[in-house]
């Protein structure tokens, strides 16, 4: 029941682990406890793990949602896969300091938020 959703959730699970085994080594190395210190690099990582918490979990209800109700395929690939590569893409460019790659993440979320509340009303 719900492949796609189950898939998607499950890459999430991996991708979150990575952003946040980043912030906890980073942490380490920093010798900061709570907060970011004087350090950008954990600033940085902190605030890509952040921002994915902030996204993706409406976007995998949504997902379910869309899912759930017998949205086309189509719709849920393409819900998948911009989210997907948009948090890829938006991680990277936190951590790297490539705005243009977080402008093209956080576009791709939107999209595919957009694409999840228009699947799971229309189906």
Known sequence: ????????????????VGLSFSVSLKRMKAG??????DDPGLLRRIRAQGNF??????????????EFRGASPAALWTLAGLLVV???????????????????GIMATYGALLTGAVAALSA
């Open 32 to 37: 900061t406890d709570i907060g970011t210190g």
């Open 1 to 16: 029941m719900l492949p796609i959703t189950t898939l998607l959730a499950a890459l999430a699970a991996v991708a979150l």
């Open 86 to 104: 948009g948090r890829a893409a938006h991680a990277t460019g936190m951590l790297s300091g490539s705005t243009p790659l977080r402008a093209i």
């Open 53 to 66: 918490v902030e996204y993706v979990p409406l976007a995998l209800i949504l997902c379910a949602l869309a």
